[in-house]
């Protein structure tokens, strides 16, 4: 018997990343093509993109300029009517197919050539005479490598062909069934608006977008409901380390961060799992508040957790949380992929008996070896970069079972209990998103600086000013202030002509002798990075090259000047974190952008934005609208896509309509729920826990 995975559906299916071949149904077109009509070739004209028929009359291989294959066809209408057309990249069989006397459509664009109107790499099919023409436009897929859109067409329209297309749940009134409207995407008829479906502005594509966004709702809810059947550790008080850790700072809490902290532990103290996201701008002070978050478990005798998505952000909290408690009497471990040997075997002995009270790190807090005593509070910085999937797993690290009256290891009746969560991020989330993805996270934010923060004035400069850039840089340094210099690459691309780091370093080395250069990339060991980067704290160096490794968790108060390359080249999310590495101290500080002049509109857009806001909640916004709500948050590089289809910005009624229909719907028809969220959801609701 033939194997699942040996058939062509279910290997497509695989391909593309889907569950099942079933899930082809809402593999949606991205663009179509018009194969349902003929036009003659005396009425093509240059620059048209057309569909033509006739039988080739000449055809050979030419080497000169370079290898490609050139024919030429003549209309079936009218013999007068002649077209070129050559294919640069060709087969031993298409050499074959294309010999005179064959009859061909071509569908390409005409150009004009050195014989005339010609079309270069059009597609195209051996007909015979009068072959049928299609009735409805042509979908055109997104494909992986290997996949051709023949296979991935014939595979769609089977799975449509099998596939049960009923409505599980009412629609609202005016929309078209889900039958109909899937069959107009997938083929819609001749006359079909092709601006407004390419827009994704027709009701069809409105009838799966709100489909879309009532299975992540009632998805939402279902997660809510299932996290309400939880049980934590209640975390009522602190013990007075709170005021122990406070006393001798030089500063006290802002307004902002007593508010998110209060909010906080109100959710610390009851025996539900907290689930919260802590929002502030760079430099607003989310790590002390952290600090102070983790505090209730570390009293309680329980484990606290804190993890980053790079060793030099993960070590920065390390330093902050054993400066901040060890004079508590609390063991803090530093756990990270780098650590190996006795010392690693050391750190998870002191994890697994509770000797350390709170492990900072990596990756490596949620990898097979590390086991935790009991622990009761999950810190998740840079949430966004990680996966769902990645923050569950470290969740999952806590299902502990607290010892019965009577002492042992567990008994009749105890529950494992579930850590509460505590994520963090700089980049704000803009409100219609923290509506649709997450319904599920009480949100926390604070919205004011520390005092004492300077203001930072940026700057765009062309890069043909770089020498005067760098000119300015020397005075600087000189004057007794520290700068950074960052740079897109490590090494030189040829892909990418963007200025590399160590190219740059040895550049301003040679160009500033009477300065202290140093270089920090993610490629270096993890004591070098160290080592530069202490050297650049203790004031040991005039200027840091780096690379985007410091985009976050660096804190170095005489750094007062930035100057970042290529700045065309970087989001406004990672521009307004690296600039937020200056301005930290007493100094009035600077940003330059050099950027290249070649820009394009969106990085003209992005610089503007900038240049022009130091608001990280006014950069989110733009942020969100120049990006996509997927991008934007982090969605497609944690290979979770949160939103297919749907847009909750620009399809904020339909989140609307999803939103306030849910619960009903949850009441009335949970059968019918489960089976749209089939449909939508078809891998379950795990990663919707995290």
Known sequence: MQSETRNPKSEIAHKLGYASPADLILHLPLRYEDETRITPLRDARLGDTVQVEGVVVHSEVQNRPRRQLVAEMVDSADDQARLHFRLLHFYPSQVALLKPGTRVRLRGEIRPGFFGAEMVHPQFRVVREGAPLPDRLTPVYPAVAALSQYALRKAVAAALAEADLDDPLPAPAGFPSFSEALRELHQPPPDADLAALEARDTPAWRRLKYDELLAQQLSLRLAARQRQTLRAAPLPDDGGLSGRLLAPLPFALTAAQQRALNEIRRDLAQPLPMNRLLQGDVGSGKTLVAALAVLPALAAGHQAAVMAPTEILAEQLYLKFHEWLTPLDIEVAWLTAALKGKAKQATLADIADGRARIAVGTHALFQNDVVFHDLAVVVVDEQHRFGVAQRLALREKGAFHPSPPGGGAGGEGSKALTPHLLMMSATPIPRSLAMSYYADLDVSVIDELPPGRTPITTRTISANRRDEVIARLRDYCLSGAQAYWVCPLVEESEKLQLRAAEESHAELVALLPELNIGLVHGRMKSDAKAAVMTAF?????????????????????????????????????QLHQLRGRVGRGTRESSCVLLYENALSDTARQRLKIIHDNNDGFAIARADLQLRGPGEFLGARQSGQQLLRFADPTADADLLELARNGADELLERHPERVKRHLARWLPRGLDLFRA
């Open 537 to 573: 704290k203790a004031g040991e160096l005039h200027l840091l090259v780096a690379t985007t490794v410091i985009e976050v968790g660096v804190d170095v108060p005489n750094a007062a000047l930035m100057v970042i390359e290529h700045a065309e080249r970087y989001g406004l999310a």
